[in-house]
């Protein structure tokens, strides 16, 4: 069935912002004598995809639960301060114009596993906040990205979704929620029998053509 709407994910398919968000999660970190390492974009393109909950397990385990749960949050704050701050060009190539366009021939949406704001930051900073319908994450449903995908599927009566994301993750979400998954293969990490893919993210302007 052709998709009537696209989901789409934020990190790894719309934009890259981990050199950034490095940056920031340091500046947090380096005031802490018991954590004896410095982040990476690449480390956090390992990360990225997973709940902050899931993050903050992954990346600092030798904490108190407590305690590396209040460290993520305040990451995250930095985080937005330092991306609200850059005027680094962050977006993969193409990606403005072809949400432009799309929008024109399908209802745009955003899922993304990532904290409260996020998304809002996103589409202030790219200025594509006129051409999505709707989103959803965790940080403010403090669901799972399937339940999530569902959850825009009933508010917005969708029919027939795809998603579009760039790690396996992604996948067993749309899986979870039922509807394909297109992967972005260009993004963080990899995908096993996606029912798409896509090498760069204009090519959904003429994937589901008949």
């Not at 934009?15 to 340091?26: C, E, F, G, K, L």
């Not at 393109?45 to 600092?60: E, K, V, Y």
Request: proline share 5%; charged share 25%; aromatic share 12%.
């Amino acid at each position: 069935m052709k998709p009537d709407s696209i989901i789409l994910d934020i990190d790894g398919t719309l934009w890259n912002s981990t050199p950034i968000v490095a940056d920031a999660w340091n500046k947090v970190i380096e005031k802490r004598a018991d954590i004896p390492f410095r982040f990476t974009a690449h480390q956090l393109t390992q990360l990225f995809g997973r709940s902050l909950f899931a993050i903050a397990d992954l990346a600092f385990p030798f904490l108190e639960e407590k305690d590396r749960y209040s460290l993520i949050d305040a990451c995250c704050e930095q985080e937005h301060k330092y991306l609200y701050a850059s005027d680094r060009s962050l977006l993969y190539p193409g990606v403005a114009d072809t949400v432009r366009k799309l929008s024109g021939k399908y209802k745009l949406f955003i899922v993304s596993n990532c904290q409260n704001g996020y998304i809002e930051l996103f589409l202030d900073k790219t200025e594509l906040g006129p051409y999505i319908t709707d989103f959803e994450c965790p940080g403010t449903s403090a669901r799972s990205k399937g339940t999530n995908i569902r959850l825009v599927m009933e508010r917005n009566a969708l029919k027939s979704p795809v998603y579009v994301g760039d790690i396996q993750g992604d996948q067993l979400a749309s899986r979870e929620a039922g509807i394909p998954f297109c992967y972005a293969s260009y993004g963080f990490g990899s995908a096993e029998n996606p029912d798409y893919t896509i090498r760069q993210f204009s090519d959904l302007l003429t994937l589901f053509q008949d």
